[in-house]
């Protein structure tokens, strides 16, 4: 069965604190891919990342990092130093490979107080 | 570059009445589509998808369907609303690939049924 668990509902923060958004997720597939989304309040998923499952280095983007560890069925996010513009809802997804199906997790709500 | 447009933007009708909701793309051709309804807990579930003009699968039995009349529209419909239809309708489309390829999300449409 394929699942993604984010088990944080709700984090805050002060701005310029790092922040880790974690995500579990279950597949038996081989091959798959791992995605996170952000969803401002305005409501549109913003892609953020993808990585294969073949690929387990981790990714830095600016002020954003991602952590793929096979071993645990993990890929965390985590916000270096964040802001205000951060605040937002975080999807972390996983596709098995046919491209069809997209498993989301229930997402984490990240509030980032100035 | 790649656009995706949906509307209404925001959408309240009575209960029993009927529902079309219109996705469409530019920038691309052939591309999958999908539709995904987002209730009040803020996960992401999967409604349609479509790989094709007139070809659709559909995830979940509800009163919804779904049409491709055109190669980059999609077409969310219902005959008669129900109070449970309520949500954030998010429609997104992808490359076709073999294996899996970025999901790509509109801006969304909020529909309460009173």
């Given at each position: 069965a394929q699942k993604v668990t984010q088990a944080q509902t709700e984090i805050s923060v002060v701005e310029k604190e790092d922040v880790t958004l974690d995500c579990v997720y279950e597949t038996r597939d081989t091959t798959y891919y791992l995605f996170w989304y952000k969803q401002p309040p305005s409501g549109e998923l913003v892609f953020l990342i993808r990585r294969n499952s073949f690929d387990e280095q981790n990714e830095i983007s600016g002020r954003y990092s991602w952590n793929f560890q096979k071993s645990t069925s993990s890929f965390n996010f985590t916000i270096t130093?964040?802001?205000?513009?951060?605040?937002a809802v975080y999807f972390c997804a996983l596709d098995g490979g046919t491209g069809n199906q997209f498993y989301f997790g229930t997402g984490t709500s990240l509030t980032v107080i100035p | 570059s790649q656009t995706i447009h949906q509307w209404p933007a925001t959408l309240v009708q009575p209960v029993g009445s009927p529902l079309s909701l219109e996705c469409t793309v530019e920038g691309t051709s052939n591309p999958n589509l999908y539709w995904y309804r987002q209730a009040a807990g803020r996960g992401l579930q999967l409604l349609f998808y479509s790989v094709g003009i007139g070809q659709i699968s559909s995830e979940v039995p509800q009163n919804l369907s779904a049409s491709?009349?055109?190669?980059r529209q999609f077409i969310l419909s219902s005959k008669k609303l129900l109070l449970s239809d309520s949500g954030f309708y998010l429609c997104a489309w992808s490359v076709q690939r073999g294996l899996t390829d970025t999901q790509y999300f509109g801006p969304g449409t909020r529909l309460t049924v009173l």
């Open positions: 130093a964040s802001q205000v513009v951060d605040s | 491709r009349p055109q190669d």
